[in-house]
């Protein structure tokens, strides 16, 4: 096990892979390792890419990470993908884009799945976030489909999200509004050489205007209370600096919009660093995931609480019969677990 | 079968990769979507890689099951190259390699000599293939 943390920090791609792997499958002993690469960790620029399917997420990334290399940086990326909630099985075609970065190992490209019903995709994500992190990649990239809360959670592993809306989707922006809309740093435009690409910009600009102010009082929070000067663009009504989202035109399959999509990704790391809101971030990521882990551990408890009860099907049958209910069959199952815990607080 | 007993077991991931200036990847489609619904992950290449490029993907994606599809008659000379590569990367000795397509009798037991696993042909069907992979998969 340590074997596997040395190798990867020595550089080793194929214990990088065995490591994501183990995370993948909550192999024993993936705690420790996520342990003791975490001290390591911290230097990685986080970069979240999201949008419909067919949007063009994997073309961009796979020329955005090209564009990294150019500069001298190591890139990984994380692509996810739906798996089958029939077979569980799933087929992972992102890579098939990743042309521009072939037999170059410095770009190191993971798909994941789903995995269905497994749940904890945002922890598994965080956690090969963590070894990419102390692998020592100067960028990494977390790329999925954004269609549901799931997604949501994943992209806010992120220090910067990008939301990538195909043009002729005048209706979906609409309906995105209430979700995607809202955790986008940055928007690309991508295909912007098809018809209605104009109109697609125009929208979003129209939108985003419009939840200007709803932003500030939700996920993008707090209104900065540093600095003075706005970014461009943005109404200066507010003295205090916020983030006004630009929208970047790419044409992905053809490299058009790159430099310029890395640019604003840079503008939204400055704005970050400036306003202090990267620290306010990572705080924030803390919390979630000592949360997240605790809600897991606590589930894993009960569940095991709840075999030695013979199972749920028992205490179902007795509540269908009426002859109790869910709220006196919770107490019951957690009567020990309280009990416990009022000892060792006495104590 | 639900997913949650699926998930009892560990998923093995298969990568079905095309090599080579073989242009017909039909049959890698195929095989891909049979995998997927026998509950693998597969992870497909692609047409015209080169055998460096399979190796990435083998060692990047940690598969446990590296299909080579190749109809182009090319086979000795790019297998043997990816059977290098993975070795390079320590990413030969858990990793089951497979290669599907038109290889003559001769080629094979040469191929097997140099490490591929096994060599299903025209005719071999998808339920011999998942069976062989479910009982030859390396343990981890």
Known sequence: MTDLVEGLLAGKHSALARVITKIENRSPGYREIISDLYRHTGHAEVVGVT????AGKST??????????DRGLTVGVIAIDPSSPFSGGAVLGDRIRMASNAGDMDVFFRSMSARGSLGGLSTATTDAVTALDAFGKDVVIVETVGAGQNEVDIVRTADTVAVLVPPGSGDDVQMLKAGILEIGDVFVVNKADLDGADRTVQQLREMLQNSNSSRDAGHHGHREAAGGNTPDGSDASD???TWSPPIVE????RGEGVESFIEALSDHGDFLDRTGKR?????????????????EDVNGLIAGELDRHGGIEGYVDAVVARETDPYTVVDEVL????ACLDETRDA | MSVEQEQAERTIRCLVAKVGLDGHDRGAHVIARALR??????????????PEEVVQAAVQEDVD???????????????PKILDGLREYDAFDDRLVLVGGIVPDDDKDELREQGVDEIFGPGASMDEMIAYIHEHAPER
């Open chain 2, 65 to 79: 099951v590296v299909g080579i599809s190749i109809l182009s008659g090319a086979h000795n000379t790019l297998v």
């Open chain 2, 37 to 50: 619904d026998a509950g693998f992950e597969v992870i497909y290449s692609g047409l015209h890689r080169a």
């Open chain 1, 60 to 69: 961009l990334v796979d020329k955005v990470a090209a564009a990294y290399r």
């Open chain 1, 279 to 295: 620290e306010r971030q990572a705080r924030q990521r803390v919390a979630a995931e000592i949360r997240t882990l605790l809600r």
């Open chain 1, 250 to 253: 790419t044409v992905a399959n």
């Open chain 1, 239 to 241: 003295e205090r600096e």
């Open chain 1, 51 to 54: 949008g419909s399917p067919g």
């Open chain 1, 335 to 338: 009567e020990p677990l309280r």
